[in-house]
């Protein structure tokens, strides 16, 4: 599976941004989408993240600001944030689990919130 992302930039706090993500190759068997980010000198950190049934997962800290979504005829997944906070500024990833369990990753972009 290959992921792009899109979407990234700089913005405003305050402000919202859209990131997309499509997968190629064996994209049918991909299972679980979604989207980590990575701060300067911190970890790695889940987003959130959506099953093929539905289920999603955010963190904490984006609840009630992010929107998760997918489009299976597109392969792609979204995330939309909103009321952007200058801790949002990481590199975000886009992340793909399949049925077999193995794990993708995509080139991050860089999201950059000021206040």
Known sequence: ??????????????????LSCAASGSSNEINVMGW?????????????????????????????????SRDGAKNTVYLQMNSLKSEDTAVYYCYSNSYYGMDSWGEGTLVTVSS
């Open 36 to 68: 980590y980010r990575q701060a300067p000198g911190k970890q790695r950190e889940l987003v959130a993240i959506m099953t093929s049934g539905g289920r999603i997962n955010y963190a904490d800290s984006v609840k009630g600001r992010a929107t998760i």
């Open 1 to 18: 599976v290959q992921l792009q992302a899109s979407g990234g930039g700089s913005a405003q706090a305050g402000g919202s941004l859209r």
